[in-house]
């Protein structure tokens, strides 16, 4: 390619330091349009254990639409100040906490209208988040995330697989003191509280986080946001199945749940975590599809 064609790099997102509820401090990324002339601005939230760097060029592709977001690092990653797992411990109740500060601290606090998205936990806690009022959203979309429980799963081998997975995840935690998920090749090192939080909803397929009183699938079941759910085919990590049974505890007419089927010419579909970088293209069409049509009064089911 001729080096004068070759379009310019996008600009570098715009670093927000957040100061949250008990003092310490966490980083957030804007990009894209005047959040004034944007229609929804979003807030984006990652995967367990994905720092938001990583989001980078799916984020950069998503302001190209003309879109304005702010990607938090959640707590416990490398911008977020709070390495020390063992000593910091904090769970999903702790993330929830952190989300207000977000929005109040950045130019999400003049948005005319404010969206929640995620990527698999991310997703999850957009959902728990707007249903219990920690963050005022007129929408929530969650990419490939999905219910742990092993009733997701086809198959006796598999579903047993799935509660001897889950089980190792929590004996270990409790072993340790923290999730050694760095050298398991899953999740990343992670604090005690926040994967007890995951594994309960893996044991029992409903939100009962640790220390935290709030009956999560009450407010869940009272979800006034319109919510879309993607499913990704190919997904090894989190099926259609696991998306479904998360969008079956939203209120009928609330939730839209679709599969992104494999792009062409690639029939092994998307990887959980890589099609953020591969495949953002795709996954954003049927997002903004879906964003920038007028707020309907949406039925549950696949379309």
Do not use: K
């Not at 929830?96 to 995620?118: F, I, N, S, W």
């Not at 490939?144 to 997701?152: F, K, L, R």
Request: include cysteine; aromatic fraction near 6%; hydrophobic fraction near 40%.
């Amino acid at each position: 390619m001729d080096p004068a064609r070759t379009p310019p790099a996008p600009p570098a997102p715009l670093r927000h330091e957040i100061v949250r509820g008990d003092g310490s401090r966490g980083v957030a990324h804007e990009y894209g349009a005047d959040h004034a002339s944007a229609g929804a601005s979003l807030l984006f939230l990652p995967a367990l254990g994905v720092p938001i760097s990583y989001y980078r060029p799916l984020l950069d592709t998503w302001a190209r639409r003309g879109r304005h977001i702010v990607g938090l690092e959640l707590r416990g990653m490398p911008l977020s100040g709070r390495r020390q797992l063992r000593r910091n411990d904090f769970g999903y109740a702790t993330l929830l906490a952190d989300l207000p500060a977000a929005v109040r601290q950045t130019p999400l606090a003049a948005a005319r209208e404010l969206a929640l998205a995620g990527h698999s936990l991310g997703g999850q806690l957009s959902l728990l988040a707007a249903a219990t009022g920690r963050v005022r959203a007129s929408r929530v979309v969650t990419i490939a995330s999905g219910s742990s429980s092993p009733t997701t799963v086809r198959g006796c081998g598999p579903r047993v697989l799935r509660r001897g997975q889950v089980a190792t995840v929590r004996a270990l935690t409790a072993t340790l003191g923290y999730f050694p998920g760095d050298r398991m090749g899953f999740a990343g090192r992670q604090p005690r509280t926040l994967m007890y939080d995951w594994a309960n909803e893996a044991r029992h397929g409903v939100y009962r986080l640790l220390g935290d009183p709030t009956d999560y699938e009450t407010a869940l079941a009272r979800l006034t946001a319109p919510a879309l759910l993607l499913a990704l085919e190919g997904d090894a990590l989190v099926s259609r199945a696991s998306v479904a049974r998360l969008a079956e505890r939203l209120p009928p007419g609330t939730a839209t749940l679709r599969r992104i089927p494999a792009p062409a010419g690639d029939p092994g579909g998307f990887h959980h975590i890589r099609w953020a970088r591969r495949r953002a293209s795709e996954v954003l069409a049927h997002v903004e599809d879906w964003l920038r049509a007028p707020l309907p009064e949406h039925r549950a089911g696949e379309r």
